[in-house]
Each structure stands twice: as structure tokens, then as C-alpha cells.
């Protein structure tokens, strides 16, 4: 039996690698629908409910997990409310009953007698992904903006991606959707911090250097103000909380995080200016001394800046879909409408309805975790997510005294990470209902973030000093 299970958890590691590889590659706007990614999707699948099928049957070993009582309830809600709701549509929610119990059973869920170790080296190996494949899809887009590159995909009458630069002046490089691009990157720019402190080594330093500058440039050329918002709330908690774990002075720690604060926005800031700068004196430059030829090649360069687009409606369409969430909450306030049938259940009930009539698109979500929730499954479900979240941070508060120095950074990249990803979660849609990147990703580092400080807890010392002492 202990071989079985032995077995079974690498499998459920490998299902992590895959899982943050496939969905990733799924936000990149050349990999998406590609062959490579159904073949993924299905492995995925597979192996994902095999794993479900495993810890099911060995549930009295796992239902001690912090709060996976609450989670478990949580997901039983939302299938109440989907059966309610059945007559709206049946397929969207049975995906996302399958994304969410993969995201709360395999991601956040572990074995809590596996080795630490073991857990270690994984959560290393998770993030250094994370990492590699973000910097790269990075520097790809980089390039097309330097390259002036860019051109629609279309993958259907419904679907088409930007890819490259936007003549409205942001870059969304290979990212399906810039927003969760800067998100992601800023996840990647708080591994690298990680990395850069946790590792004596220059080399590994130079590289994490070097991995910051290409995170910073690409929330800069993204034009994200969602990404900004990312940065400067990472930077605040990042530093903070290393600086306080050092010197052990609340005023020390502001400072040092308010400093980090202002030079990654300066970073910011400066690419901006020095990437439009250079745009404008190649203009001039062709303007002045440019054959025809390269007139023509260069004229259309674009500067990053979104003046035009957010001119008139400073939410970018935001104030109007969260008024519309709440509508539909009213129609169903105790169990909520489920997610999977926003689109047929305010066709009937509010036809006329922003979401549906707005001119631009047909929007399925709110742009908002909580207004996505709310009207989800209203009340109940609300009230069981709030109560999860409350625990969670009690229990992670509570315990921080007992996290030992090899875990600590760990543990402040991961709460960094994940506070971020929630911060981010008022603007765009993840954490909930939702199978992409940043939600993964948000799942996978908050278990890892429960284990590491249960493991700690579970020793019984205050930084190496025993309780009972």
C-alpha cells in the first residue's frame, strides 16, 4: 500500500507539471488549439481523474488538510446551484465542476505525510517552470515590439487573438490576453526574487536580474493597469515581509518596501519612456535621412500608451458588467445563477442586459472574482468562499511564529504570490470558475503555501525554540 501511494503522488507531481505547462501554453496565442495542446488537454484529463479517483477513496488521509472540509462544501454548493439552474445549460458548469475539483484536490490538496523534502523539490521545480515559460513567451514579445510585428489569428467567427503589438499602443506579444500576461509576469518577476535571495551563486543572481528587467519591460510594453497594480502590491508585501523577517522592525520594513516600490515603477516608467523615445527618434531619423523604402517600413511604429482606448470609460467597460453581475444576483440571490450559464440564463431573464447588448462583445464573466461569485451562487456560496478566506488568512497569521528559516522565503514568495493573484482577481476573472493560467497558478502556490506552514506548525517550535520551553 505504501508503494501505491508512493506512486500515486508522483503522479499527481507530474500532473502539476503538466497541468501549469498545458495551461500556459494554452494562454499563448500561437500555441492555443494547437495539436500539441489537445494532446495535452486530454493527458491532463486523464490523469487528473485518476488522481481525484485515488485521493476519494483515501479520503479519511487527506480530510485533515487545512480547511478542505470548507472547500469540499464549496464545491458541493455550486453543484446545488448548477442542478438548480440545469434548465439554463448543462456542459459549462460540468467543465468547471471538473476545473475546480482538479484545482482544489490536486493543487491545493497534499499528502501531509509526504517527505518535505520531496515537497520542496517539486515547489522548486513548479516555480522554475512558471518562470522559464513566462520569460520566454516574454522575450518573444519583446521582440515583436521591437520587430514593429503584429497580425490578428483567427481561430473561429468568435475567436480571433492579437498578437504582436496593438496600434492602440500595447504590446501584447504571444500573450492571448495582456492582462493575465502581467499578471503571470509579475508572479515570474516574484520568483525571481525568490531565486535571487534563496541562491548564493552569481551567476543564478546575474540571471534573476536579468529575468526582472525582461518582467518589468513586459509589463511596461503590456500598458496592464492591472499588471502595475500586481507590481506595486508584490513589491509592498515581498519586501516587507523579507525585511521584517531580517531586522524585526515594522519601520525599517515600510521603508525598504516603499523604496522597492518606487524603483520598480520607476523601471517601469523609464521603459516606457525610453521605448517611446526611441520610437520617436527613428521617426525623425527616417524622417530626416530615410529612403522612401524606409519610410514606409517604419512610419507605423507605435508608441505604448492607451489614452485613446480608455478615453470616455476609465473602467474599460468594468463599472458596467459588475452593475450587471448584481442584476442578475437580484433575479437569484440565495443560490446564485451559476457561472457556466450567464450568457442563457440573462438571455431570458434580462435580454437587454450590458453584458449581452453592449456593442463590443457578448461577455460570459464579470471581470471581478466577487461579482463573478456573488452571482454565481449567491449568497450561500459567498458567505462559505468569505469564511474560507477569513480561516485562511487567521490560520496563515497564527502560525507565521512557527516557520523555520529554510522555509521562510519560500513561504513569503508564496503569500506574495498569491495575495497578488487575488488583488489582480478585482479587475480580471481567475480563482474561481475559470480554467487559465493565473488561476492554476494561484491554486498550485497557495497549496503549496498551506503544507509548508502546516509542516512548520506541525513541529511545535518557535524559530527553533520549542514551545514547551
Known amino acids: 500500500m505504501k508503494r ?3 506512486v500515486m503522488e508522483n503522479i499527481i507531481t507530474w500532473f502539476k507539471y503538466l497541468y501549469i505547462f498545458h495551461i500556459i501554453c494554452a494562454g499563448n496565442s500561437l500555441l492555443f488549439d494547437t495539436p500539441l495542446l489537445k494532446v495535452t488537454s486530454v493527458l491532463v484529463l486523464i490523469l487528473g481523474v485518476v488522481a481525484v479517483f485515488w485521493r476519494t477513496l483515501q479520503i479519511k488521509k487527506y480530510i485533515q488538510y487545512p480547511f478542505i472540509k470548507m472547500y469540499i462544501i464549496f464545491l458541493a454548493l455550486f453543484i446545488i446551484t448548477c442542478i438548480i439552474n440545469f434548465k439554463y445549460g448543462v456542459t459549462n458548469n460540468m467543465k468547471i465542476i471538473i476545473w475546480m475539483t482538479f484545482q482544489f484536490v490536486l493543487l491545493y ?10 515537497v520542496t523539490k517539486e515547489f522548486r ?14 522575450i518573444i514579445g519583446i521582440g515583436m515590439l521591437f520587430a514593429n510585428y503584429g497580425f490578428n489569428r483567427i481561430i473561429s467567427e468568435s475567436k480571433t487573438f492579437i498578437v504582436g503589438v496593438a496600434y492602440w499602443g500595447r504590446l501584447y506579444g504571444i500573450h492571448t490576453d495582456p492582462n493575465y500576461g502581467a499578471i503571470l509576469t509579475t508572479i515570474a518577476l516574484i520568483i525571481s526574487l525568490y531565486f535571487f535571495f534563496s541562491s548564493q551563486k552569481k551567476c543564478i543572481k546575474v540571471s534573476m536580474v536579468i529575468s526582472m528587467l525582461i518582467q518589468l519591460m513586459s509589463i511596461s510594453f503590456s500598458a496592464s493597469r492591472t499588471g502595475m497594480i500586481c507590481v506595486i502590491i508584490s513589491m509592498l508585501l515581498f519586501f516587507f515581509l523579507y525585511t521584517f523577517n531580517k531586522r524585526k522592525k515594522i519601520t525599517t520594513a515600510i521603508v525598504v518596501a516603499i523604496i522597492a516600490v518606487a524603483v520598480a515603477m520607476g523601471a517601469q516608467q523609464g521603459i516606457k519612456v525610453g521605448y517611446n523615445g526611441y520610437v520617436a527618434a527613428v521617426e525623425s531619423w527616417n524622417h530626416a535621412h530615410g529612403s522612401d523604402n524606409d519610410k514606409e517600413d517604419n512610419k507605423n511604429k507605435i508608441e505604448i500608451g492607451r489614452q485613446e482606448e480608455l478615453e470616455g470609460d476609465v473602467s474599460n467597460r468594468r463599472f458596467d458588467l459588475w452593475n450587471n453581475a448584481f442584476e442578475l444576483f437580484k433575479t ?26 453592449n456593442g463590443f462583445a457578448v461577455f460570459d464573466a464579470f471581470h471581478n472574482m466577487f461579482m463573478d461569485l456573488l452571482s454565481s451562487q449567491g449568497i450561500v456560496g459567498t458567505i462559505m468562499f468569505l469564511l474560507i478566506m477569513i480561516s485562511s488568512l487567521i490560520y496563515i497569521l497564527k502560525n507565521y511564529k512557527f516557520i523555520k528559516d529554510e522555509d521562510i522565503l519560500k513561504c513569503i514568495a508564496l503569500f506574495s504570490g498569491c495575495i497578488t493573484i ?48
Do not use: H, Q
Not at 521545480?125 to 516574454?138: A, C, G, K, P, R
Not at 480563482?431 to 506541525?458: A, D, H, Q, R, S
Open 422 to 469: 487575488v488583488a489582480s482577481s478585482m479587475f480580471v476573472s481567475e480563482i474561481l470558475y475559470v480554467n487559465n493560467e493565473t488561476t492554476v497558478v494561484f491554486w498550485t502556490l497557495w497549496g503549496f503555501l498551506m503544507y509548508f506552514i502546516y509542516k512548520n506548525k506541525e513541529s511545535g517550535e518557535v524559530n527553533g525554540i520549542s514551545e514547551e520551553n
Open 4 to 6: 501505491c501511494d508512493t
Open 109 to 118: 490538496l497534499f499528502d501531509l505525510k509526504r517527505d518535505k523534502k520531496f
Open 332 to 357: 437569484s440571490p440565495i443560490f446564485g445563477i451559476s457561472f457556466g450559464n450567464n450568457v442563457t440564463y440573462a438571455g431570458e431573464k434580462l435580454p437587454n442586459c450590458y453584458m449581452l447588448t
Open 125 to 138: 521545480f513548479v516555480i522554475l517552470e512558471i518562470l522559464i515559460i513566462t520569460s520566454i513567451m516574454n
